[in-house]
């Protein structure tokens, strides 16, 4: 279902594109660490690798360009300005996934400004970084089997648009919202290191080693109810905002489902390891979205709590 932007110019500024052996580009694989977190990637690779596969098995493919998953892209050596042309270009949002991820990214910084600044909370913007194949973080090297993820240290979210085609045609995450979805969890992260609730988990998994996975689902649980919440705020929102449907809403439930735990380690493994999950099943995911999608206010994700 395409998603309806109330404003159409897309702002390139915070972008740091790295594709093509762009600023940045690492020299060699690897998984980020240090406090990279992803929607899916992250999960995928540690299933995979753990408990006794081979990532080659997920056939991820590189994305040289920003074509990939429902739309086409500019080529791997464009400059900002170019960028910025086509992204600007009547139509761009609807051909071009790297746009409309941009968009997306435009509106989330919007609105969560908005909202901080209404709640007298301080507020500084993220970046937004494309790469191909392997890139440098503030987390540590990082491939393309990451998939999408946020690094607290660079407080900048990356995407790999060959993964996110993956994401959608192995896993089942379409619709151009489940993008939106995934670019909205990747801010509810940075909103985790603004409010300061990124390193008071990360110093209690060091605390209580044993309860780390508890806290690694607990944090992403709330990076799912804080895309709820900015899905809501968006669609009310009188600047740059978006006008959602139910189809839409039901596009990013049901990529919050693809990405649970339980299905991504049936999809892979053919068995269900509750003991491993890091990101909480299908249905907590889903709840979670719901919760904030339907309240419209963080002050409801406390996936903490008890």
């Given at each position: 279902?395409?998603?309806?932007?109330?404003?159409?110019?897309?702002?390139?500024s915070q972008v740091d594109d790295r594709r093509g052996g762009g600023g940045g580009r690492?020299?060699?694989?690897?998984?980020?660490?240090?406090?990279?977190?992803?929607?899916?990637?992250?999960?995928?690779?540690?299933?995979?690798?753990?408990?006794?596969?081979?990532?080659?098995?997920?056939?991820?493919?590189?994305?040289?360009?920003?074509?990939?998953?429902?739309?086409?892209?500019?080529?791997?050596?464009?400059?900002?300005?170019?960028?910025?042309?086509?992204?600007?270009?009547?139509?761009?949002?609807?051909?071009?996934?790297?746009?409309?991820?941009?968009?997306?990214?435009?509106?989330?910084?919007?609105?969560?400004?908005?909202?901080?600044?209404?709640?007298?909370?301080?507020?500084?913007?993220?970046?937004?970084?494309?790469?191909?194949?392997?890139?440098?973080?503030?987390c540590g090297p990082a491939s393309a089997d990451v998939g999408p993820f946020y690094c607290?240290?660079?407080?900048?979210?990356?995407?790999?648009?060959?993964?996110?085609?993956?994401?959608?045609?192995?896993?089942?995450?379409?619709?151009?919202?489940?993008?939106?979805?995934?670019?909205?969890?990747?801010?509810?992260?940075?909103?985790?290191?603004?409010?300061?609730?990124?390193?008071?988990?990360?110093?209690?998994?060091?605390?209580?080693?044993?309860?780390?996975?508890?806290?690694?689902?607990?944090?992403?649980?709330?990076?799912?109810?804080?895309?709820?919440?900015?899905?809501?705020?968006?669609?009310?929102?009188?600047?740059?905002?978006?006008?959602?449907?139910?189809?839409?809403?039901?596009?990013?439930?049901?990529?919050?489902?693809?990405?649970?735990?339980?299905?991504?380690?049936?999809?892979?493994?053919?068995?269900?390891?509750?003991?491993?999950?890091?990101?909480?099943?299908?249905?907590?995911?889903?709840?979670?979205?719901?919760?904030?999608?339907?309240?419209?206010?963080?002050?409801?994700?406390?996936?903490?709590?008890?």
């Open positions: 279902m395409p998603i309806e932007f109330d404003d159409q110019s897309v702002d390139v690492g020299r060699g694989g690897g998984l980020a660490i240090g406090g990279g977190a992803g929607v899916v990637g992250l999960v995928i690779y540690l299933l995979v690798t753990l408990l006794g596969g081979n990532p080659g098995q997920l056939q991820l493919p590189s994305s040289a360009s920003g074509a990939g998953a429902g739309g086409g892209g500019g080529s791997s050596s464009e400059s900002p300005e170019q960028l910025k042309t086509r992204c600007n270009t009547a139509g761009a949002l609807k051909t071009d996934t790297d746009c409309r991820l941009i968009k997306a990214f435009n509106v989330a910084d919007t609105v969560w400004k908005d909202e901080f600044t209404r709640r007298g909370l301080s507020y500084n913007s993220p970046r937004f970084a494309f790469f191909t194949g392997q890139t440098d973080t503030g607290p240290p660079d407080q900048e979210i990356y995407f790999e648009l060959g993964f996110l085609e993956q994401l959608q045609t192995q896993f089942g995450a379409t619709g151009e919202f489940a993008q939106a979805y995934i670019v909205a969890h990747e801010f509810g992260h940075h909103l985790q290191t603004l409010l300061g609730t990124e390193p008071k988990v990360r110093a209690a998994q060091q605390r209580n080693p044993s309860q780390a996975n508890k806290y690694s689902i607990a944090l992403e649980l709330q990076a799912d109810c804080y895309a709820g919440v900015w899905s809501t705020l968006a669609d009310k929102s009188a600047k740059n905002g978006i006008n959602l449907s139910q189809d839409n809403i039901a596009e990013a439930v049901n990529a919050a489902q693809a990405v649970g735990d339980d299905r991504i380690q049936q999809k892979v493994q053919g068995r269900v390891n509750p003991e491993s999950w890091t990101h909480g099943s299908a249905a907590q995911r889903k709840q979670w979205f719901l919760t904030g999608s339907q309240s419209g206010n963080i002050d409801s994700c406390n996936t903490f709590g008890g």
